[in-house]
Structures are given as structure tokens and as C-alpha cells.
């Protein structure tokens, strides 16, 4: 999930084949992820977000994906590669996590997924996110020794345990999506059927009160096409948007145990002319997600975004564009049953000193767009939070704005939720509730973010933690 860069106040102006699968951790190329090639392979909230091969990869296409330990089939691969600005230097990369999951027998999962991970995972021993070591920083000669502990760290190992099972619910339920989800599909029924997905591999249907707190979505999921940016929700009643073979889709989407969320998100497309929109918000996002470290600046990590973001461009139409990154859109830190913890990492140069510290989460995530680079508020809502500093207890003339506080504060707490949410809980007629609520402070609404009208924007994101001598990155699939 996205965050508007909070300092800046500038808002511009304004289904498939039933029956067992394989999990495809390691498998063949899901449809549309031909988008996703390029020469990276990786990944990176409102407020303003490695691979492994050593090489430089920078112009060859194929090889982010190379990097992967197991085969890929090349389905749907481009033939050209991604056409940059300038050559930047060659990055040196850390070696990927050999005890990942792509070294490990393929479990069985259903299609579209519902068998919980508990039954797929009885031993509770989930997947070590992707492992890289500091690249600078004081850490990084402790780093390079490599003797990496998941236990030595701030958090206790039933954390850790638990966040690698909300990534792995992230990644089983994203790569179905990529599988499956094709032009003509309604965005609602992507929505639903990916939320679904993931309430039951958590093992938590989220229906009894207090349910959806212990472990579920971790924000409305965000489904953006073309110049929608981020915190496009499809909400009930709407008139149904469909799904096109030019559109450019972004999916972003949280998965929370315990109030922890893993924000991860991708983008696909239909149309090969996008790819190296897609190649350029990669490698940002993956060129944030190595600057990343114990003590790193803000402003550091911004300034490697940007310059990877600022390499490449695109051609649409016959017209050649840069890619820019969203200046008022940043990456952000996580905190227990917060998306937005505090810091924020926007995507353009800043003077911003503040240093991440050892045992944070960060979604390292990135934007990029043909449009402005400023996202506005779009017309409709995308989803509703429970105010930080909310009172508890608070005279409010409607019984049914009452009501309405007490499920929120039940279900949800400050988790970002949308109207799909509550109404699969049932409750009907609470918009004048909703809004008697948001005029008492209460309740926050979050408003659709776009840039201009023919712009095509894209997204990725990973959730990573810093652990005392190399980081995790939880999110980390062979598809992002
Ligand atoms: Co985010």
C-alpha cells in the first residue's frame, strides 16, 4: 500500500481450471509476467517503496530471471531488451538464499487456493524470505561474515515464523492471480476471489468479531489500471470495471497475522509496449530494496530509487517518455497493525537524515508513471482508518454511527478497510454512520490517487526486515 509522501501536501490540483497445482515457486512463467523481465528481477505506500546472480544484469533482459534456481519457461519473454537512458554501473549482487523455498518440494495447493498453510506447513517451518547481506554501513563487515541467525534478532522466532507464513500466503495468492486473472475478468471479482484466497490460507475466515484481527487482510487490495496510481478498491454497487487487454493493472495487496503485514505488490499487462515501464519500477524498487540497511538515510535510499527509476524510458504510441518516479508517493516502514509506521521513504531526492534501525520492517516499494509523476485525488473512496489518536469513548448522535465504531474497533482496529469489508460482515445502511464518523475525527477516508488521464503508472513492492547482520526479504517470489 501506498502512502502519500506526508510533508508534501501538493496534490496537484486538484478462474481457471479446478483440481490440486503445484505451488509455482519455481514453475512456468505466469500470464503477463512477461511484463515483469527485465534486468533486475526484484521488487518495493502512500505517504509516498536482488537478486542473486553477480552479474550485471543491467541490460540483458533475460537475466533477471536467471537468477532464479530453478528453470523458467520463456513463454511470452520479450525479444528486446529495455531501452535505458544512460547505462548505469554495474551493481554487484549478493547471492540468493539457498534454503529458500525454491529449493523445496513443491507442495500441493488448490486452484484458486483454499487448502490453509497450516495443512501445507504442519511443522510451521516457513520460507526465510530472500537473504542479503549490508552492502555499507558500520554492519556491514559482521554482515559479510554471513553467520546469520533467525533467532538473534529483536523479534522472537514465532514473529519470524509468522510473517514467512503471511509471505507465503502473499506469494501462493499473487501467483495464482498471475495465472489466472486474464482481460474480460471483472476487478471485483478479481478482488474478491484474491481475498478469499488468502482469508483461507490464513485459516481465518474473518467473520466473528475480532477474527480479522488476529490474522487477514492487511489493507483494501488495491487493483489500479493505467493512470490509476494506488488506493483503487472496487466497492459494492459500482458499475463493474473490466479488465482490458491494454490495460496496464496494478495489484497491491497486505496480508497481516497478529497485526504484522506483508504489503507486497506487482504489475502486469497483457501488451509487451509496457515492458519497460514494468523493467524500470522494478529495478528501483529492487535497487531501494539493496540500498536498505541498519543506519542507512532515507535520503540515500531515495536517491538510489530515483536514479534507477530516472534510467529508462518508454515508448507508447510512437511517443517516447521518460519514466518518472511519483514525487508526493513513498515507501514506508511497518509497525504492528500499522502500514505506515512513521518513516517514509519518498522516491525522489530529499534531505531526509533519518536513519533505518535494526529489527524495523520497511515495504520498499516504488512508482513510476508516463504521466506528471504527482498523483491528485480521484472521484469515489478507497477505504477507511480508524484514527491513531481516536478516542475510545465518544458522544455520537447516531445510533447507527455508534454501532458502526464499535464493529470497526472489533474487526478491523487502525487496519485499513473498505465497504467490501464490512459488508461481508453484514452490516448494511452505514454510510451516514461512516460519515458522521469521519466529520468526529474517528474514522480517516482514503480517496483513489491518480496521475493525468492517458499516463500508465506501475508498482512494485517487497516487505523486508532488518535483522542484526543481513536483511529478509519476506515477499521475495521467483515471480517479483
Ligand atoms: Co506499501
Same mark, same amino acid.
Given at each position: ?46 505517504g ?78 516457513y520460507?526465510e ?35 514467512r ?15 489466472t ?63 482490458q ?28 509496449? *509496457?515492458?519497460?515501464l514494468?523493467?524500470?519500477?522494478k ?7 539493496k ?6 538515510r ?13 534510467s ?20 514506508h ?38 504521466g ?9 473512496? *478507497? ?17 447507527s ?5 464499535k ?38 477516508? *482514503? ?34
Open positions: 500500500m501506498g502512502s502519500k509522501t506526508p510533508q508534501n501536501g501538493d496534490h496537484g490540483g486538484h478462474g481457471e481450471a479446478n483440481g490440486p497445482i503445484e505451488i509455482n515457486r519455481a514453475g512456468g512463467e505466469p500470464r503477463g509476467a512477461h511484463t515483469s523481465r527485465d534486468g533486475d528481477g526484484c521488487l518495493g505506500d502512500a509516498g517503496d536482488d537478486d542473486g546472480d553477480g552479474d550485471d544484469d543491467d541490460d540483458d533482459k533475460e537475466a533477471s530471471l536467471a537468477t532464479l534456481e530453478t528453470p523458467l519457461s520463456t513463454e511470452g519473454a520479450p525479444t528486446d531488451a529495455p531501452k535505458k537512458r544512460k547505462k548505469s554501473k554495474p551493481r554487484k549482487r549478493k547471492k540468493n538464499n539457498k534454503d529458500g523455498a525454491a529449493s523445496s518440494p513443491p507442495s500441493k495447493q488448490s486452484s484458486p487456493p483454499r487448502i490453509p498453510l497450516s495443512d501445507l506447513f504442519p511443522n510451521g517451518d520460507f524470505g530472500e537473504v542479503q547481506l549490508y552492502t555499507k554501513g558500520p554492519r556491514a563487515a559482521a554482515a559479510g561474515e554471513a553467520r546469520y541467525d533467525a533467532l538473534r534478532h529483536s523479534h522472537d522466532g514465532v514473529f519470524l515464523q509468522n510473517y507464513k503471511a509471505a507465503e500466503v502473499h506469494r501462493q495468492t499473487r501467483q495464482w492471480v498471475q495465472r486473472v486474464k482481460p474480460g475478468d471483472k476487478l471485483m471479482d478479481i478482488a474478491n476471489g484474491l481475498e478469499d484466497s488468502v482469508r483461507a490460507l490464513l485459516g481465518h475466515d474473518g467473520l466473528e468479531p475480532g477474527d480479522s484481527l488476529k490474522a487477514g487482510m492487511g489493507f483494501p487490495t488495491g487493483i489500479c489500471l493505467n493512470n490509476q496510481v494506488a488506493h483503487y478498491t472496487p466497492n459494492p454497487g459500482q458499475k463493474d470495471v473490466v479488465l487487454k491494454k490495460d496496464l493493472m496494478t495489484v497491491d495487496f497486505g496480508v497481516h497475522i497478529n497485526g504484522w503485514i506483508v504489503d507486497s505488490a506487482f504489475t502486469m499487462s497483457f501488451d509487451p509496449v *509496457y515492458d519497460n514494468l523493467a524500470a519500477v529495478d528501483a524498487t529492487n535497487t531501494g530494496v540500498a536498505a540497511g541498519i543506519d542507512v532515507i535520503c540515500d535510499v531515495s536517491a538510489a530509487i530515483q536514479e534507477a527509476m530516472e529508462y524510458e518508454v515508448e507508447l504510441g510512437g511517443k517516447t517518455y521518460p519514466v518518472k518516479p511519483i514525487r508526493n508517493l513513498s515507501a516502514n511497518i509497525t504492528s497493525y500499522h502500514i505506515h509506521g512513521g518513516k517514509s521513504i519518498p522516491f525522489v531526492k530529499n534531505s531526509d537524515t533519518t536513519k533505518m534501525e535494526e529489527g524495523e520492517v520497511f515495504a520498499i516499494e516504488t512508482f513510476g508513471t508516463t506528471r509523476g504527482y498523483i491528485y485525488d480521484d472521484a469515489g473512496i *478507497y477505504g477507511y482508518g480508524l484514527k491513531e489518536d481516536a478516542p475510545l469513548k465518544v458522544s455520537l448522535p447516531l445510533a454511527a455508534r454501532r458502526l465504531h464493529t470497526i474497533r472489533e474487526n478491523f482496529g487502525t487496519i485499513v478497510f473498505c465497504r467490501r469489508y464490512i459488508e461481508r460482515l453484514g452490516v448494511d445502511r452505514y454510510l451516514a454512520g461512516m460519515n458522521s464518523l469521519i466529520s468526529h475525527g474517528i474514522v480517516e477516508a *482514503y480517496e483513489p490517487l491518480c496521475d493525468i488521464p492517458g499516463s500508465y503508472s506501475a508498482q512494485f513492492e517487497h516487505t523486508l526486515i532488518l535483522h542484526e547482520t543481513h536483511k529478509e526479504i519476506l515477499s521475495r517470489g521467483d515471480d517479483y
